[in-house]
């Protein structure tokens, strides 16, 4: 009796057992942008050559690798040459790695790709999820463990991912694969995801969280020098979630920030940051130059060009990171630099100067020729004398002799460029017309005239960011031009700043009391920065009727970013408002008083704010007995005036005023000009609430 | 056959992935496919050793070329190349003794066919010379197989002689097949055993209150420093920690655990702390036809401030790293570049690796191995014992045929 029962528990268990152990993975062969437009009209972007093998060898050769057993490639554009290609190539024939192909017509987005394989119902646990342009070495091991782990202990942590450090441009505002800079907001103690913005307008340099982020948590650190890399563990709830919205077709752009603002369903995502392996999605033609390059530079090791190649031609890496596959016929004369890829059977003529570049198969270059930073693919005909920098140049083209090709051009499939033929920088031809949307006339205008004498290729206006945006997601590096703008851009926008700060738009500073103050803060020179600081903000609000809330808002950060307290900014908010109202003209002392009355009622609030307890008001009249003796002497004579009047604004408390009175009895004499002058004020103080009590009792 | 099939086709890709590491387990996994590459490998009546040796030399090949680097998987493709050959020799003799045994007795039993006698000793006489000579320079050049002499002469002889020749050659091809694979079993366990081997000659080398260097982590030099302490000697482990991979710090972890006095140094204080040291021991990658080392990077530099201070430079290599190739060959590809990322943080340079903003840009080397030459090297260690590196290429010359160098050299010409 035991026996078959304890059979059938440990076929339960198997059951059990089996679709954890068997790991899948998704990968999406269609990236549903059009970035990489003239060239995905023809080809599948999975099938560009990087590094002369097709992207999504790097891709499948990774998933195989980090023990993924089966693989689910999704196809929608181009899917006929997709699946082709796998069939050719020995992926499908692998003993344990399985590669099935998905086919889909009509989707458009990797949402409708998530609903369609949830239909499929293939997808038994845990997931891994990329794209077909993921080029990686990480090992997934212990991310995948993170991720049962947290599971476990909580079933609402439903996907994780993988991100890697990389400063993007400070000047550019971008990371080195041209995609903008990502802000994120991660909790450090249990990496779960909290923000995700990257499409954050840097130019103004501001950012919204939520406050609610930090209620229950004691900190969150916000990251901007994170690379995502497109790579995801997911649970099986991920697409059950893409079937319930059906609205959510980007991965990032709705799921991810879908799942951050919805708090009723509580899901949660989490990240995985790598540090010596590398991951990178490309995404454009800079990201598609900057990963070529890695991959030569041996970042991606071991799918570098010597070890991993496809079909029989072995490159051999040679000094200098040069990869040279077999039966090149070169010229004695050429040169050939550093970090080239040269493929098999190409002949190189005379003269000719490689460098940088990755050369495809059986490509003919003739002599004269001067390539630099280009990707040139397979079948390639340049004839004598042309120049081609930084350019992508697909299959089959036909470039004739002394065409040049400016940085940032794309040749699309069997273009041909006619003699001396000077193609603009980034523009991209394509056997192909664009397809024609708003401004047709434009276009054929352009079709017309391109390729030069004997040429052939429509010339494709600029994409939707338009021509200034090019630069950003080109081959060719950002130009120095660009940079000085960006850069300058950037200067100017601390120059406003700084100047903001120090010279008060009123320019009514006396430059000896300027002076003054740079003389007297020769070690806390922070102070005098925050206090000129607050002048500005407080200039500024006068000036721009700025609403109070905001100016204490800006001062409370003024005041964090200084490590202040709030009697210091007390202290400065007067300061400015007296030194705003002495600026303003004024006859006599009569006037003057009136005008620094105006100034106390309508900024009240904003003094009140600061001067919630008694050191903070005693601090305001300290600052005043200051001012009085040092940089605006016009006040002296109506120090008790203006006392009087703080006091009857209920800025200033009367115990605060005793307090300084009785703090002052100690001092020198010449400190109590001032406590000697408001005597009788004091004196009355000291009676009047008396009187209250009396009157109370 | 089809599981052969895909394990000659696993095998090389996981060689080309990098995922099978170290040169003993490279070795000694090339050893078992190779093992069941000929016991799978159906053997035809005649020239059984020549399509072994085909079998063998093909899947050879293909291994050799999925790791070039690696030189321990060609040394095992040569290495069982030669068992084939050694095995097929010493059976040829064989069979010539038990030959001419039968033709004594044919002799004696049928006087009918006087002649038979003659003829069949002029066979074996014909089968002993092609067996026995050495490879000339016409089989070198025409690959005319050896045993291919011994059924064309023998067909001269009686068609009853024929046939129970034929029937002789049948079990002979297995007998030949049963041989080889027990010499490859040997191999492996050769393979498997050579760290004892080599371990077990410790105490010879090390003497009390020596100070011991290495670089690096070796298995090798940890069984070899271990069994020394197991005899009772007292003595001090000086290791550099290795970098870029820093596995000395895991040779390090496991000498104290064993209870050892281990010190840790940076590679860069080798040559400061050399004249302390009384023995550099340390482990190879391959050992070259010339007693030149193929070993991790940073080892030349050791092997030059031993020399410096007259410290010796001792090398410990299990046989199935000796390569009978010299390292000037240029089908010797001596090293493999790894990533970069284990110099330096991607995070941390990627603006200054970023050629497309225009600031300059930065490139990383990162070599796996380091060529010592043979005149810094004072003593190889071997599972057969101690050697100068100038002895070497005798040492070679036992275990390797020099026909069998060429298995290189086809893929190359031939394609």
Known sequence: ?697 | MPDVQSLVNDFPDQLRKRKIEGSQATAKQTAELLRSVISQQRVPHTNQAGALIDAVRAVGEQLIAANPVELAVGNIVRRVLHIIREEDLSLATDAIAGLGLSAASDDEDDVERGDHPVLSAAAVAAAARSTLRPPSLQTLLEDIPDSGGVPQTSSSGGESEGKSRSADKGSRGRKLKHDVIEAVNELIREITDCHEEIAEQAVEHIHHNEVILTLGSSRTVLEFLCAAKEKKRSFRVFVAEGAPRYQGHLLAKDLAARGLQTTVITDSAVFAMISRVNMVIVGAHAVMANGGVVAPVGLNMVALAAQRHAVPFVVLAGSHKLCPLYPHNPEVLLNEMRSPSELLDFGEFSDCLDSASGNGSLHVVNPTFDYVPPKLVSLFITDTGGHNPSYMYRLIADYYSADDLVVKRRPTTGS
């Open chain 1, 1 to 697: 009796m035991g026996a078959p029962k304890k059979s059938a528990v440990k076929v339960t268990e198997e059951v059990e057992e089996l679709p954890r152990v068997r790991l899948q993975a998704i990968l999406l062969a269609d990236s549903f942008t059009t970035k990489f437009r003239p060239i995905t009209l023809e080809r599948p972007k999975v099938l560009l050559p990087l590094v002369n093998v097709p992207m999504i060898n790097y891709t499948l050769a990774w998933l195989e690798s980090a023990g993924v057993e089966e693989v689910f490639v999704f196809c929608c554009a181009h899917s006929k040459q997709v699946i082709s290609y796998l069939e050719k190539s020995e992926w499908l024939s692998q003993s344990k790695f399985s590669v099935t192909t998905i086919e889909s017509h009509h989707s458009v987005s990797a949402g409708d790709a998530l609903r369609l394989i949830y239909e499929r119902n293939v997808i038994q646990g845990d997931f891994v999820l990329i794209s077909g342009d993921t080029v990686s070495n990480m090992s997934l091991t212990q991310v995948l463990q993170e991720h049962k782990e947290r599971r476990k202990k909580d079933s609402d942590a439903i996907m994780t991912m993988v991100i890697k450090r990389s400063k993007p441009n400070s000047i550019t505002h971008q990371s080195r694969l041209g995609t903008d800079e990502l802000f994120m907001a991660i909790d450090p103690d249990t990496n779960q995801l909290l923000y995700y913005e990257d499409k954050a307008d840097s130019s103004k340099g501001i950012l919204n969280i939520d406050n609610s982020l930090l209620l229950d948590r004691p900190a969150i650190s916000l990251h901007h020098d994170k690379q995502d890399c497109y790579i995801d563990i997911c649970s099986p709830e991920v697409l059950s979630l893409f079937t319930d919205n059906f609205d959510y077709q980007h991965l990032r752009r709705h799921f991810v920030k879908g799942l951050l603002v919805d708090d009723i369903m509580g899901y949660k995502i989490f990240t995985h940051e790598i540090h010596s392996s590398y991951a990178a999605r490309i995404d454009n033609f800079r990201s598609y130059d900057t990963v070529s390059k890695d991959i030569i530079h041996r970042w991606t090791y071991p799918l570098v060009p010597d070890v991993m190649f496809v079909g029989n031609s072995a490159n051999k890496l040679e000094r200098q990171g040069m990869y040279r596959a077999p039966e090149i016929s070169q010229s004695r004369s050429a040169v050939i630099g550093p970090f080239t890829v040269i493929g098999f059977g190409t002949k190189i003529g005379d003269n000719t100067k490689i460098l940088n570049s990755v050369i495809g198969e059986g490509c003919i270059i003739g002599s004269n020729v001067h390539i630099e930073g280009s990707y040139i693919w397979d079948n390639v005909t340049i004839e004598d004398g042309c120049k081609l920098r930084h350019a992508i140049v697909c299959d089959g083209v036909i470039m004739k002799s002394g065409a040049v090709l400016e940085p940032g051009v794309v040749l699309s499939f069997k273009v041909v460029i006619g003699q001396e033929f000077v193609v603009p920088s980034y523009s991209k031809v394509s056997l192909l017309q664009q397809p024609v949307e708003e401004d047709s006339d434009e276009e054929l205008e352009y079709a017309d005239s391109t390729g030069g004498v004997g040429g052939a290729g429509y010339v494709w206006s600029t994409c939707e960011g338009g021509h200034e945006e090019e630069w950003r997601h080109s081959v060719a590096p950002i130009p120095a031009v660009k940079i000085l703008e960006a850069k300058k851009m950037l200067e100017d926008d601390l120059e406003l700043d700084h100047d903001g700060s120090i010279l008060p738009p009123s320019g009514e500073l006396k430059p000896d009391s300027n002076d003054s103050d740079v003389d007297d803060i020769e070690d806390p020179r922070e102070d005098s920065y925050f206090e000129k600081e607050v002048e500005a903000t407080f200039l500024r609000a006068v000036q721009e009727n700025i609403k109070e809330d905001h100016v204490i808002l800006e001062v409370n950060s003024l005041k964090l970013s200084y490590n202040k307290l709030a009697a210091d900014c007390a202290g400065a908010m007067f300061h400015s408002m007296m030194k705003y109202a002495l600026g303003t003209p004024h006859n006599s002392a009569g006037s003057l008083v009136q005008t620094v009355e105006g100034v106390l009622t309508t900024w009240k609030k904003l003094l009140t704010s600061y001067l919630a307890d008694i050191d903070e008001q005693i601090e305001v009249i300290l600052k005043f007995e200051e001012m009085c003796l040092e940089s605006a002497k016009e006040f002296a004579p109506l120090f008790t005036k203006i006392l009087s009047i703080m006091y009857d604004k209920d800025i200033i408390q009367e115990d605060a005023i005793l307090s300084w009175d009785d703090e002052k009895r100690d001092a020198d004499e010449s400190d109590k000009i001032f406590v000697k002058q408001a005597q009788t004020f004091i004196q009355w103080l000291r009676e009047a609430p008396e009187e209250d009590d009396e009157e109370e009792e």
